[in-house]
């Protein structure tokens, strides 16, 4: 990593983040909508279409972020944020990262299972890696849905986190992330 002297982000490691952030809240509110529309109607289908399309690019540009992220450090914590919080946000990153590539890749691999595969933006066909498998597909279908309800929970600390130290600690922690 390269050394790092500024208190923020930086523009690109921000414009990720947002991106990221706005496509993951639309990606899952749009999964919310489609599986609450009975039946398979032309709606649903484009629905359907669109949040896969979203979840193929949101990890396109995880894979971004993370390469970005090996190669630019990130700028320091500010003064007096204890040990316990600093290993607690690690932790939380760490986590949210994971999620960030679980969370498509099992709505892929569940696509896959299910005999649907994914052509994106309804142009490029992306690989099938698996069969159809009825019982899989039901399995990565639970997965799917636990690891985008983990990432719910997750994204609320993450946000709560950054608001308790931009009103309550007065810090400069949000302000690294802000454009």
């Known amino acids: 990593m390269r050394p790092f002297s500024k208190k923020k982000y930086s523009g690109t490691a921000i414009l990720l983040h947002w991106l990221i952030a706005l496509m993951i809240i ?7 909508v489609m599986i609450n529309i009975p039946g398979l109607t032309p709606t649903k289908l484009k629905y359907v279409s669109w949040h896969k399309w979203s979840g193929v ?4 540009l995880a894979c971004l972020r993370v390469l970005w992220r090996l190669t630019h450090a990130a700028p320091p914590y500010p003064a007096g944020i204890s040990r316990w919080q600093i290993s607690a946000a690690h932790l939380m990153h760490t986590l949210l990262y994971v999620l960030i590539f679980a969370v498509p890749l099992s709505g892929y691999f569940y696509s896959l ?3 649907v595969p994914v052509v994106y933006l309804g142009l490029f066909p992306l690989p099938v890696l698996i069969a159809k498998n009825r ?17 719910l929970v997750c994204v609320c600390l993450h946000v709560l986190a950054a608001l308790k130290h931009h009103f309550i600690d007065r810090d400069e922690i949000l302000k690294r992330m802000l454009p």
């Open 26 to 32: 639309c990606t899952f509110t749009l999964g919310l």
């Open 57 to 60: 690019t949101i990890l396109a």
């Open 113 to 115: 299972a299910a005999g």
């Open 135 to 151: 019982e899989l597909a039901a399995i990565l279908k639970t997965a799917h849905y636990v690891l985008n309800m983990t990432m």
